[in-house]
Every structure is written in structure tokens, then in C-alpha cells.
């Protein structure tokens, strides 16, 4: 994978004098090259608005914006391009199920079961809900290595449950949780499974109909495209009875002084002038990947984190959190170092050159549930290096031993 790393120029930079190893992947990914230059094309040559001009730079660039309709459909195998609806990304996306679905299908005395590996982004919608609607909110457990525990699944979703929202990925254990299994259990008590897919979609391929998810949401500045897009995937059945929730200009039908009527899906979701460049990036984005292919990412990103959890076990006093076993891990590995505040241990990491995470990572109720206020994070991408991994581990020594005095 090592060949990728001159397409990402970015990654040539030193910090604090020394080489930069990039391991905030989590967060927001890099950009290659030719996601860069397809940005740069749109602006250079066909900067225009899209679906209202007969214009040829109209015309062009309305091509290229519905073209990467199509390169989503099968990157994540829908069913339709018609199910691919344009969002700023994952949050919005999870917010616009919450308000849009939920909103018109809940009611007091239904369930929503969550789990406590969340990110605020699939908690706090479905909470909100919750007060709305007299819904109540339910949390599946873990395992002791951060799995979740499925017993506890099987006996929070019920017939009172109406909505099961779940992370592919968690952002902070690198659990990749048994969404086939989840759906079938949702489905069987009639519920409907939401999947939060920010941190699996960049990571490993996904097939939203082999998963058994009514909808999938995903962010494209984590898998290379540029922040401000992302991807609401639902069945068509629900896209075609919820309502928008934004009203302007370019999801409308027509409109009269007291009635308008709306596009069909998924442009009466897509109100206003949307994120043009944002989505061209996707589609470029989303080209490198699949030139590469994912299940060799996945792959190749295991291969990394089964050279460094063994290599991070071995330093006492760190403890990692989530599973040990690679299989079981996405590309994400949180720990402590003793007593050391995570973000203390961060900006040493840093002054060394290393770019990682630290804090409660928009986790804060999984952070309660561990009994720590914060971890630092290190997560992986197809175009760091074994050199990165070790670069990370002498990193880590170097810092326990900065703060011997302390006590780690």
C-alpha cells in the first residue's frame, strides 16, 4: 500500500522537525491527488448551478452531480440511485431519519434501543426523539473487551421497539458490530434498523442489502472526498412516505399562493443549492477506493493492527480498550497511558510528529460506562505505513519515559 502515500501530498509535511505519521483517520481522512484535481476541474471549468440551466457549464455540471448518484449505488450496492439522497454528512443524515421518519412514526409507549458505544451524532437525535414523542430510549450493554453483549440486544428489542440505531464501527473501540444479526433481530419485532456507517463505509465494503439496514448513513470527508457531503441511504418504501424537512428552491414541484407540491425522492430532500463541488469529490473519492478495492483496504488495515496491539501490550502500563483480537478490530485502537492525561499524552505524541486523538471522542456516555473521562485514539487509514506503526510505539515509549516521574 506503500505506493498511495505520493498521491496524498499532505503526508510529505514535517511537524515539530519531524517526519508527520497521520493516525486521526477517524476524524477526517486525507485527500488524494485526484480527488483534489476533480474539485479544482469543477471550479475551473464547469462552476455552475445544477437542474436549472440549459446552459452547456449548467448542463455539465448537473451530469457529473447526478453521475455520482450512480457511483454510490454500487460502492454501496443499493437498490436504486434514486435511494442516494445528498446530505452535509452523517450527522444530518442521522438527523433527518430522526426528525423525518421518527417523528412521523413514533409514539408514546414505543422504544428506541441505542447502544453505549455511541457517537453523540447517533445519540442525541434518537433522545431528542425520545422527549418528542414520549418514546423511550433504551442501551444495549457490552462485553467486557467493548463488544456488545447480544443477550442484552435480545431482551431490550421487543414489540414495543420501533427504531434499533447502531454503529457499524464503533469510533472509539474499533468494534465492528454483527449488523446482519442486529437486523434480523429488529426486523422480526417489526423495527426498523438504522446503521451508522462514518466510521465502516471508508474501511470495508459494505452492501446495505446484504446487511439487512432500512437505512445507512455515511460522511465522505472520512473516506477521502472533501468535508460538507455525505450519504442518506434509506429503502425506497420509507424515503417515499417521509416528508421533507427543508423547504426552498429546487425540491419543488410547483407552488401556488397556498399549496406546493414536492419532487419526488430524493430531491425533495435536496432543497437549496447543494454542495456541488462536495459531491464531485465523493465521486472521485469514491473511484480511488474502488480502484484499489476495499476488501483489500480492510485487509491491509488489519495487517496494521495486528502489528501494533502486541506491540502496545507489551509496554506496561498502557491499557488498550475494546477487543485484542485484530479480527474483531476496524483500524481504531484507543488507550491510556497510566495516570497521563490523554491530552497530555497527545501533544507529546505530537511534538514527535504523531497526529492522533485525544479526549472523550463525542462519546461521552461510553466514557462514563468505561470509568475514564477521556482516551487517546489512533486510528489507521490504507496509507499509513508499518514505519508509522513503530514510529507511533517508539512515540509512546519515549513519552512514558518523558513522564517517568509521574506515575504511569
Given at each position: 500500500?506503500?505506493?498511495?502515500?505520493?498521491d496524498?501530498?499532505?503526508?510529505?509535511?514535517?511537524?515539530?522537525?519531524?517526519?508527520?505519521?497521520?493516525?486521526?483517520?477517524?476524524?477526517?481522512?486525507q485527500?488524494?491527488?485526484?480527488?483534489?484535481?476533480?474539485?479544482?476541474?469543477?471550479?475551473?471549468?464547469?462552476?455552475?448551478?445544477?437542474?436549472?440551466?440549459?446552459?452547456?457549464?449548467?448542463?455539465?455540471?448537473?451530469?457529473?452531480?447526478?453521475k455520482?448518484r450512480t457511483?454510490?449505488k454500487?460502492?454501496?450496492?443499493?437498490s436504486?440511485?434514486?435511494?442516494?439522497?445528498?446530505?452535509?454528512g452523517?450527522?444530518?443524515?442521522?438527523?433527518?431519519?430522526?426528525r423525518?421518519?421518527?417523528?412521523t412514526?413514533?409514539?408514546?409507549?414505543d422504544?428506541?434501543?441505542i447502544?453505549?458505544?455511541?457517537?453523540?451524532?447517533?445519540?442525541?437525535?434518537?433522545?431528542?426523539?425520545?422527549?418528542?414523542?414520549?418514546?423511550?430510549?433504551?442501551?444495549?450493554?457490552?462485553?467486557s473487551?467493548?463488544?456488545?453483549?447480544?443477550?442484552?440486544?435480545?431482551k431490550?428489542?421487543?414489540?414495543?421497539?420501533?427504531i434499533?440505531?447502531?454503529?457499524?464501527?464503533?469510533?472509539?473501540?474499533?468494534?465492528?458490530?454483527p449488523?446482519?444479526?442486529?437486523?434480523?433481530l429488529?426486523?422480526?419485532?417489526?423495527?426498523?434498523?438504522?446503521?451508522d456507517g462514518?466510521?465502516?463505509a471508508?474501511h470495508?465494503?459494505?452492501?446495505?442489502q446484504?446487511?439487512?439496514?432500512?437505512?445507512f448513513v455515511?460522511?465522505?470527508?472520512?473516506?477521502?472526498?472533501?468535508?460538507?457531503?455525505g450519504?442518506?441511504?434509506?429503502?425506497?418504501i420509507?424515503?417515499?412516505?417521509?416528508?421533507?424537512?427543508?423547504?426552498?428552491?429546487?425540491?419543488?414541484?410547483?407552488?401556488?399562493?397556498?399549496?406546493?407540491?414536492?419532487?419526488e425522492?430524493?430531491?425533495?430532500?435536496?432543497?437549496?443549492?447543494?454542495?456541488?463541488?462536495?459531491?464531485?469529490?465523493?465521486?472521485?473519492?469514491?473511484d480511488?477506493?474502488?480502484?484499489?478495492?476495499?476488501e483489500?483496504?480492510?485487509?491491509?488495515?488489519?495487517?496494521?493492527?495486528?502489528?501494533?496491539?502486541?506491540?502496545?501490550?507489551?509496554?506496561?502500563?498502557?491499557?488498550?480498550?475494546?477487543?485484542?483480537?485484530?479480527?474483531?478490530?476496524?483500524?481504531?485502537?484507543?488507550?491510556?497511558?497510566?495516570?497521563?492525561?490523554?491530552?497530555?499524552?497527545?501533544?507529546?505524541?505530537?511534538?514527535?510528529?504523531?497526529?492522533?486523538?485525544?479526549?472523550?471522542?463525542?462519546?461521552?456516555?461510553?466514557?462514563?460506562?468505561?470509568g475514564?473521562?477521556?482516551?487517546v485514539?489512533?486510528?489507521?487509514?490504507?496509507?499509513?505505513?508499518?514505519?508509522?506503526?513503530?514510529?507511533?510505539?517508539k512515540?509512546?515509549?519515549?513519552?512514558?519515559?518523558?513522564?517517568k516521574?509521574?506515575?504511569?
Amino acid at each position: 500500500m506503500n505506493d498511495y502515500v505520493q498521491d496524498f501530498p499532505i503526508l510529505r509535511q514535517k511537524v515539530n522537525d519531524e517526519q508527520l505519521v497521520y493516525l486521526d483517520n477517524a476524524a477526517t481522512s486525507q485527500k488524494p491527488r485526484p480527488v483534489i484535481d476533480a474539485v479544482a476541474n469543477y471550479y475551473y471549468h464547469d462552476n455552475a448551478n445544477v437542474h436549472r440551466g440549459v446552459h452547456t457549464l449548467a448542463e455539465r455540471a448537473t451530469e457529473s452531480f447526478e453521475k455520482v448518484r450512480t457511483k454510490v449505488k454500487n460502492f454501496i450496492n443499493a437498490s436504486s440511485e434514486r435511494e442516494i439522497v445528498y446530505t452535509k454528512g452523517t450527522t444530518e443524515g442521522l438527523n433527518w431519519i430522526a426528525r423525518s421518519y421518527g417523528s412521523t412514526h413514533l409514539k408514546q409507549g414505543d422504544e428506541i434501543v441505542i447502544t453505549y458505544m455511541e457517537h453523540h451524532s447517533n445519540l442525541v437525535p434518537w433522545q431528542q426523539l425520545a422527549h418528542e414523542t414520549g418514546a423511550q430510549l433504551k442501551y444495549i450493554q457490552l462485553l467486557s473487551d467493548g463488544r456488545l453483549d447480544m443477550g442484552s440486544a435480545e431482551k431490550l428489542i421487543t414489540d414495543k421497539t420501533a427504531i434499533v440505531a447502531v454503529a457499524h464501527a464503533s469510533n472509539v473501540l474499533g468494534v465492528v458490530n454483527p449488523i446482519t444479526e442486529i437486523a434480523n433481530l429488529a426486523h422480526k419485532h417489526g423495527a426498523v434498523l438504522v446503521v451508522d456507517g462514518a466510521q465502516s463505509a471508508p474501511h470495508m465494503k459494505i452492501d446495505v442489502q446484504q446487511l439487512g439496514a432500512d437505512f445507512f448513513v455515511f460522511s465522505g470527508h472520512k473516506m477521502l472526498a472533501p468535508t460538507g457531503i455525505g450519504i442518506l441511504w434509506a429503502k425506497s418504501i420509507f424515503l417515499a412516505e417521509m416528508p421533507p424537512l427543508e423547504f426552498g428552491g429546487e425540491m419543488i414541484n410547483s407552488v401556488e399562493l397556498q399549496q406546493t407540491t414536492f419532487k419526488e425522492f430524493p430531491w425533495k430532500f435536496e432543497g437549496g443549492t447543494q454542495n456541488i463541488a462536495g459531491v464531485i469529490g465523493l465521486g472521485a473519492a469514491i473511484d480511488y477506493l474502488s480502484a484499489i478495492g476495499m476488501e483489500k483496504i480492510e485487509l491491509y488495515e488489519r495487517s496494521l493492527v495486528e502489528n501494533l496491539l502486541p506491540e502496545l501490550l507489551k509496554i506496561e502500563g498502557l491499557k488498550v480498550y475494546g477487543p485484542l483480537d485484530p479480527v474483531q478490530h476496524s483500524g481504531i485502537i484507543s488507550f491510556n497511558l497510566g495516570q497521563l492525561h490523554p491530552h497530555d499524552v497527545a501533544t507529546a505524541l505530537d511534538m514527535q510528529g504523531v497526529a492522533v486523538r485525544a479526549g472523550h471522542h463525542c462519546a461521552q456516555p461510553l466514557m462514563e460506562y468505561l470509568g475514564v473521562s477521556a482516551m487517546v485514539r489512533a486510528s489507521f487509514y490504507f496509507y499509513n505505513t508499518s514505519e508509522d506503526v513503530q514510529q507511533l510505539v517508539k512515540a509512546i515509549k519515549a513519552t512514558k519515559e518523558f513522564f517517568k516521574n509521574d506515575t504511569v
